[in-house]
Each structure stands twice: as C-alpha cells, then as structure tokens.
C-alpha cells in the first residue's frame, strides 16, 4: 500500500474515505500510514486507515486543481505517521475530521495512548479516539480564527492529572457523570454514564431510559 501511494505523488487525485467524504487535491507526501494532500492552500492529513478509493484525476477533471509551489512544504514532514503529526500538531488550530457531520476547529491539548483531547471554542474539550481520525489540517501559526488576534488556546486544559492513558479508563473514572456521544452527528445521544463493560458503555437518557452503546462507534465524547 505504502510503494502504490508514493507513486501517486505530484498527481491530482481524488481520495474517497470511508463514510463517504471526500478529500481532493495534489498528493505532495505518503509516510506510513498517512498520506499528505495539498488542496487550495491547505494541507490535509489523512490516515490511510480511513482511504477506501483512490482515482487519480483525468486532465479534465484537474483542471481547477491549484498546484503547489516547488517551494512550498508541509508543515509536518518529518517521520510521517498519524502519531506524529498528532503530536506535532499539539497546541496548533486545527480542522479535525473524526464523525460523518462537520469538522471541529480547536486546538489539539492533549495525546494520550489511543486518544486525544481537542479544545474546541464551540463544544469546549472533547476526546476523539485516535481510529476516528479521517483528516487534520493544521492551521499556520499567522492564522487569526475567528478574528481573534490573541490564542484561544486554553492553557489550563494543558494538564494531565485528570485524564487517564487509555479511554477505557478514562470512561471507567467518569462513571456517574452527564456525557455526550459522537456530538454534532444526527445520532448523538446524551445521558448519565452508568458503567462500562467493554465493548459497551450504558447511559441513562433523559426519559430514565438505558441504553447500551458500542464503544468502538464512539466517535467523540463530551463530558460535562
């Protein structure tokens, strides 16, 4: 998989994600489970995880496509993997796609073993499992979001004492609390986390209803 990538490099392509996104632009880099695809004056970084089809686009079909500059480079390049570049995005603005609904924009605060934490100015901190991670594009440091001149990064949030390794924990520590599952989708549901018992999660709902969720289609959590 890795060889075939690299041998799309400098070619239009076309990227079809699973969940039926699309990511369209010029394949500029592929590491060794991410590949690096520039489109209008951005940088998408998609895990191949995440890759079910790929076209490379006719003449035709390119023609719109803005090239990028022999000059120009990504702004993570060393090492290239989704690991990497979730670190290296720490404390960065960035678009993040992880459900089948709207990115979040926010600033990445936190990686732990198979999450990370994601401050967003609209839904506050939200943890995304590293599997759900479809596209980063990290925002250049000149970027001014929402016209704020001065960072909203939180850097409160930049402790670790309240966050356990492994969201399996983490949902076990937060047993008793209100939580909302895969928040911005037309499926997210809330409700107070009664236990775990992997696979599953139970919440109760707002009619003292229980329900029993799948923690592997838990693609977002928000705990109040």
């Known amino acids: 998989m890795l060889k075939q990538m690299k041998d799309y490099i400098g070619e239009p392509v ?4 699973v969940g039926k996104k699309d990511v ?10 991410v590949v690096v695809v520039f489109n209008e004056q951005e940088f998408y970084y ?10 490379v686009l006719t003449k035709e079909e390119a023609e719109d496509i803005i090239f990028p500059d022999s000059l120009t480079d990504p702004p ?6 989704l690991l990497e570049v979730l670190f290296t995005s720490k404390g960065m603005f960035v678009e993040l796609n992880a459900t ?11 990686i732990f073993d198979d999450y990370l934490i994601l401050f967003s100015p609209i839904y506050q901190t939200i943890l ?6 479809k596209w980063l594009i990290p925002y250049p440091s000149s970027a001014q979001p929402y016209g704020f001149k001065n960072s909203m990064y939180p850097s409160s949030l930049l402790t670790t004492k309240n966050y356990a390794l492994t969201l399996d924990e983490q949902l076990k520590n937060k047993i008793g609390t209100f ?7 037309k499926e997210s549901i809330s409700g107070k986390l009664l236990q775990k018992e992997s696979p599953f999660i139970d919440l ?5 209803q229980a329900i029993r969720i799948n923690i592997d289609h838990i693609k977002t959590i928000v705990f109040t």
Do not use: M
């Open 14 to 17: 076309h990227l079809e994600l």
């Open 24 to 33: 369209i632009g010029v394949l500029i880099e592929a590491g060794s489970d």
């Open 46 to 55: 998609v895990p191949l995880a995440h890759v079910w089809k790929v076209k």
């Open 76 to 81: 993570i390049i060393k090492k290239l993997s």
């Open 100 to 110: 089948a609904g709207q990115p979040f924009h926010g600033y990445i605060t936190n």
């Open 128 to 133: 995304i499992p590293f599997r759900h991670v």
């Open 179 to 185: 939580i909302t599952c895969n928040v911005g989708e």
């Open 204 to 208: 109760l709902t707002v009619k003292e």
